[in-house]
């Protein structure tokens, strides 16, 4: 069996501790690589070679269940979907339940006070209410009972181990109380049905409310999934019929018209038209595509039809690749998990122990009633502990932070690269394809002549030459319309340039030391050169029939946005300096326009990664910005490695965040996502510790001394609900980020 990955859907985890337990049994599987539970997702990933039947095992064997995914994504969402609308529904009806016996018994004690078994009347009124109770208890908080017994069987404890021992304590007190009062002094003949009660029905509250908070963290990956359309118009012998997704192959023909999305990745063969490709890269402008042009599938076409045929189809896809790395990201784990990790470990067990030696110093320190005060804090510690806020904690910022990043086009790889983009001090940046456009063009036309005539015959002269520069000028008199006569007598002269025949007139052009060997007088066009070369550009002499005719400049223009990019990247505290394997001079220009930091020219590769690792032996953070290809090296040596541009395989294998469009801006909203999700991570930790650090003592009765009273069971159940909707509704606050450049455009 091939080493593979399955996916499944979990019941009854719903803590830190459930995460850590079902991982372990998976990982101490002969044959798992790996086994990762997203609690915000309740869904468990084991990869390895290992079949799913022995998975389930494992899972079921810790108390909990599991059956596999659903292949298709869209399907797998949907059942999600449905299941998490029945399971809101259940509880709410559960919920509503509890408290309509809870309520009521509160309110009684609350108004009457009278809350106490001291005749036979009341011991028969308060065993009927004992009885309604346990109906609740039974069909309300079922799911609280059975989950602690298989922990149970299975040597566990978990968040419903300390329900199932809160709430059954508080019932089973209470019936004492009612069937064997002389038992009992006086003062602790107290029932505390409505404990039970309102507990559970809180609980169920709190979780319902979970369930529709943690619904809307996932709404980045279900904006992907719709992108996919579900059918594609096949041309096949003439006749074009509408045929699945999944019934596309390779080589298809396929139309798209007007308003239609495009199915699946391919090259257009005919037609013209404007592409929205925003959910994509992130780029607002439409895209023009013609003929020889690539289109992405789940891009919507705005204007024109499209006749392209099929590359990708499937998991092949772009976008299949898209939802298929973003959900795998919303599965990981952030370092700082670690810390949730270490203590949920230790959590319920310590939990029990501390609940039992605060009902021990009550019960041999504290004052009358004793039992009755023993109760109210053995249940108030178990109940208030429970560590759902902590579990938590970190799972929900990474699903909404991660999603939201491929929203603007940042796909990050793993919840690793999602905290260390957040320390990066210094950002290293290849010069081509990153800063600059990456294709050559002509920049200068300097001349005494007529300029487009000066044109043609320079570009006639190089469609005879393969040298890049050549094709930045053929371009630009194509880009004019202009008619390129034929070429002869065509030679290239090493190291300095071309020279032909064009129209009957000899045409040359290169550098200086042509002009000098071919004792042409150059005049005061030195100067120009100059100026032009201290822009960054490479300027070249041209002569016609041996008079100097002006001086041309190409250059790989800088990117429009590169200057405000750079500035926002150093305001968000970063040094940022440029590679290059360009020569010094011209890295030097670019790097004078753009005020970068530091240039670093004339590199290799290797150099590259060198120049990466030099840095980090200093103690710098450092992330690199590149285009994932001949940049590859160094964005695997960096400590974030950024792919702009393109979105190409070798770029989202290679980077630890992969930007869809072809902007540094994209390295600065990445940062400052990154940012915001681990200062969103740091306050859902923050309130989960302390919410147990202060909530547990309290519930032990630390503040009675003062207060001379007790914290209420109920009033325990209350927070402990509050707690876990408190940290769900702070992740989903991250759905509202915004890049600093998209903000100030809105503004």
């Known amino acids: 069996m091939a080493n593979q990955k399955h996916v499944f859907t979990l019941r009854g985890a719903s803590c830190a501790g459930c995460v850590r337990k079902i991982e372990g049994a998976l990982e101490n599987l002969a044959g798992v690589d790996e086994a990762k539970v997203n609690l915000a997702e309740k869904t468990l990933t084991v990869t390895g070679d290992v079949d799913e039947k022995r998975c389930i095992e494992a899972v079921e064997n810790t108390g909990y269940g599991a059956e596999p995914a659903l292949p298709d994504p869209r399907e797998q969402r949907e059942q999600q979907r449905a299941e998490d609308r029945r399971h809101y529904r259940q509880l709410l009806w559960r919920c509503i339940a509890a408290l309509a016996v809870g309520l009521p018994l509160m309110a009684w004690g609350l108004i009457t006070g009278e809350m106490s078994v001291h005749s036979s009347g009341q011991q028969l009124a308060w065993g009927l209410v004992g009885l309604a109770t346990l109906v609740v208890m039974v069909f309300c908080g079922g799911h609280f009972y059975t989950g602690a017994w298989k922990a149970f069987r299975h040597h566990n404890a978990n968040m419903d181990t300390l329900i199932a021992l809160g709430t059954g304590a508080a019932w089973l007190y209470s019936m004492l109380v009612v069937l064997w009062p002389e038992l009992l002094p006086e003062s602790a003949r107290h029932v505390y049905f409505e404990a039970s009660a309102m507990i559970i029905g809180l609980i169920n509250l709190g979780q319902a409310l979970e369930v529709r908070a943690r619904g809307k963290t996932s709404a980045a990956v279900e904006k992907l999934l719709e992108l996919q359309d579900t059918s594609a118009r096949v041309l096949k012998d003439g006749e074009e019929r509408d045929v699945p997704l999944n019934a596309v192959h390779k080589g298809d023909r396929i139309r798209v018209r007007p308003g239609e999305k495009i199915p699946v990745d391919g090259t257009v063969d005919e037609g013209s038209s404007l592409v929205d490709e925003s959910m994509l890269s992130g780029e607002p402008v439409p895209v023009k595509k013609t003929a020889g042009d690539s289109v992405s599938a789940g891009t919507l076409n705005k204007n024109g039809t499209l006749v392209f045929v099929a590359e990708k189809v499937g998991a092949e896809t772009r976008l299949s690749q898209i939802i298929e790395m973003v959900r795998n990201a919303q599965n990981s784990r952030v370092p700082i998990a670690r810390l949730a990790d270490s203590i949920s470990a230790i959590f319920v067990p310590t939990v029990m122990i501390i609940a039992i030696v605060a009902a021990l110093v009550w019960f041999n320190f504290g004052p009358e009633p004793v039992a009755a005060h023993m109760l109210v804090v053995l249940i108030s510690v178990l109940i208030i502990a429970c560590p759902c806020a902590l579990g938590l904690a970190t799972p929900m910022s990474v699903m909404v932070g991660v999603g939201k990043g491929a929203e603007h086009g940042v796909l990050i790889r793993n919840g690793k690269a999602l905290q260390q983009a957040s320390n990066i001090e210094t950002l290293v940046v290849d010069k081509t394809g990153t800063l600059t456009e990456g294709a050559p063009k002509l920049t200068d036309i300097e001349t005494d002549a007529e300029e487009d ?236 510790f302390v919410y147990n650090t202060l909530g547990i003592p309290i519930a032990a009765g630390v503040l009675y001394p003062f207060t001379g009273a007790l914290l209420s069971p109920v009033i325990a159940g209350a927070a402990m609900a509050l707690s876990s909707v408190t940290v769900v509704s702070n992740a989903n606050r991250l759905r509202f980020f915004k890049p600093s450049e998209l903000k100030e455009v809105q503004s």
């Open 453 to 688: 005539a000066l044109l043609t015959q320079l570009a006639a002269l190089e469609t005879g030459s393969e040298h890049p520069l050549a094709e930045a000028i053929v371009q630009a008199a194509k880009g004019k319309g202009l008619k390129l006569p034929g070429v002869t007598e065509f030679e290239a002269i090493t190291a300095h340039g071309v020279r032909g025949t064009v129209e009957g007139k000899t045409v040359m052009l290169g550098n200086r030391k042509l002009m000098e060997k071919e004792q042409i007088d150059v005049g005061e066009w030195p100067a120009r050169a100059e100026a032009l070369a201290e822009k960054g550009r490479t300027a070249m002499y041209a002569a016609v029939d041996g008079r100097i005719a002006g001086v041309i400049a190409v250059a790989d223009p800088i990117r429009e946005d590169a200057e405000a990019a750079v500035a926002r990247l150093q305001k968000l505290g970063l040094r940022v300096q440029m590679l290059t394997g360009d020569n010094r001079a011209t890295a030097e220009a670019v790097a004078r326009q753009l005020n970068i930091d530091e240039v670093h020219a004339d590199l290799q590769p290797e150099d590259k990664e060198t120049l990466v690792q030099k840095l980090q032996q200093k103690g710098k953070r450092v992330g690199m910005a590149g285009d994932g290809i001949n940049d590859a090296p160094a964005l695997a040596r960096a400590d974030v490695g950024f792919a702009i541009g393109a979105g190409t395989d070798v770029a989202i294998e290679t980077a630890d965040v992969t930007l869809m469009r072809s902007s540094l801006h994209g390295v600065a909203d990445a940062i400052e996502l990154s940012r915001a999700t681990l200062r969103n991570i740091k306050q859902n930790l923050f309130g989960a």
